[in-house]
């Protein structure tokens, strides 16, 4: 399996749980990040840690687009990363875990990446972080595990 194929599938599961949590919303999140969505455009970052725990921050943004790695940066969430040729792989977020030796270790739970258009389901990204464009109303969700993650739930503003 390609190691594109490998972040994908391992991205998509925790990226629909950290979404669940929804813009705003403070019951299931750890309030590390908060929110930052005042006017203007906005999207979610919602990330699930292997314990279950959802870190979400929203962050609002002027223009059409913004770069899914300036979202991270922005919504206050700690993350590491690492350049591959998809582009970069997240390696750590919120300090889980608390130490690796490569990102994507065999046999190791890994961060997989998802997206979020506003409807539909949680796509697995096919490339990382750095090449990633987010619009008003898109949700960029993390999931910490290992093996092949099942498709995430319909996130909270879904139809």
């Not at 792989?89 to 919120?94: L, P, Y």
Request: charged content about 15%; aromatic content about 8%; hydrophobic content about 40%.
């Amino acid at each position: 399996m390609r190691s594109s194929q490998v972040a994908s599938a391992i991205l998509a599961p925790m990226f629909a749980a950290a979404l669940m949590a929804g813009c705003g919303s403070t019951a299931a999140t750890t309030g590390a990040a908060g929110s930052q969505c005042g006017s203007g455009n906005r999207v979610e970052v919602v990330v699930e840690l292997a314990t279950k725990k959802v870190v979400e921050s929203c962050v609002s943004f002027k223009g059409p687009e913004i770069p899914a790695q300036t979202a991270m940066k922005r919504s206050g969430i700690e993350y590491a990363e690492q350049h591959f040729s998809f582009g970069n792989a997240v390696c750590q977020i919120d300090h889980e875990p608390t130490s690796y030796s490569s990102c994507f270790a065999s046999g190791k739970p890994y961060w997989a990446l998802f997206t979020w258009s506003g409807k539909g389901p949680w796509k697995a990204a096919q490339v990382g972080v750095s090449a990633i464009k987010l619009s008003n109303g898109d949700a960029l969700g993390w999931h910490f595990g290992s093996g092949t993650p099942g498709a995430p739930p319909k996130p909270p503003h879904g139809s």
